[in-house]
């Protein structure tokens, strides 16, 4: 790290412009590999047998999909436009934003801001894939958000002040915890304060459990339902690895509870993120349901809201779920008037609100840091906004069906 900080910047910059594009790349390889109907577009995935022999340039990053092209009659014409510009798209966009950090934060030391940084470009990386193939197919693979959820969580724990930070606090390389704006309670330190090491055990198996199968039939009522979701758990073979993952997982919590200290710290708040960013919309989507009278929001923008928790905490998350429906609104509008889509993915919302996060959080905490300062607001304002996104959701119901009668 020190030897890379040491660097003239504008070298920095071009190395990162190339990991950027190799990972543009990745994603590439994870849009079309762990899809649902996975294809071998990819020139790092296993060719179709039809398909004319790979050459070694076809994986240069952003100018092999030139070279690609010859495959077009197997994928479709132009197929390799979008993945090339996505990797373009990449290491021009990382490495701006590790320029822009560079200049916004000049008082940080280089190797604070550089795993900041890394943090970020992870996240961002994460969200490309899974809102790729949120729209293409209207899913998010499991494959990809609950890994990121393990990589944010292993993050906060080596390096909490990869966690976003609270500007207005000093020094700058303090990160963001449960408490901020506040200060942190002694009651959540780690050993010998049971009580914090209880809030993290029930963050983690929270987040095991609802990983599990999910099947819920209420037509022959509750008792037969639950017998049916607990069957469904014992037979699925998943049941028995997040079982295992979540005694893992328990050992190293506490093994870092008993350690204490800022690893602590940073675990506790991204496992905090974990419950409230996937709580947040899972409550959605049960308050969708209820209203709409079918599935409003798919789980995978539960597991997808979690990781972005695990890496910015739980404070951003409300942010996000303020300013990710307000961009749907208007993009769902327009599909039903245009294309008379009703079925809008919400995952790429989520992830363009957690960069509007990361690239604008100095201003954004500037402007609502006084409301995380009461504590108590805090949980009120959440049923509010369940309430009012319940009355949204209802009124959306009625203005969708209006426009299709009159656009018919």
Known sequence: MNTFCAIPLEARLIVIFVVGACLGAAVNWAIYR?????????????????????RWFDRTPIIGWLGLRREARLHGVGFWIRPMLLEMATAVGLAWLYGWQTAAWPTLPSELVLWRFLANALLIGLMLAASMIDVDEKIIPDAITIPGTLAGLALAAVRPESLLFDPFQLPLSSFLHIASPNPW?????????????????????????????RSWRRRHGWRRAVQLWLARIVRERVSYRLGAMAVLGSLVLAWIWMRGGWAWQGLLSSLVGVVVGGGLIWAVRIVGAAVLRREAMGFGDVTLMAMIGAFLGWQPCLVIFFLAPMAGLIVGLLRVVLFRDKEIPYGPFLCLAALFVI????????????VFELEWFVPLAMVLCL???????????????????LFR
């Open 359 to 370: 690239v604008r959080w100095d201003w954004i905490w500037e402007r609502c840091w006084h």
């Open 34 to 54: 762990l899809a649902w109907f996975s294809r071998a577009v990819s020139p790092w995935s296993p060719p179709d047998p039809s398909a004319p022999p790979r």
């Open 387 to 405: 309430a009012l996104m319940a009355l949204m959701l209802g009124t959306w119901r009625l203005v969708r069906s209006l426009l299709v009668r």
């Open 185 to 213: 309670p002694d009651r959540l330190n780690g050993f010998p304060n049971g009580w914090s090491l209880a809030l993290g055990l029930a963050c983690w198996w929270a987040w095991c459990a609802a990983l599990l199968p």
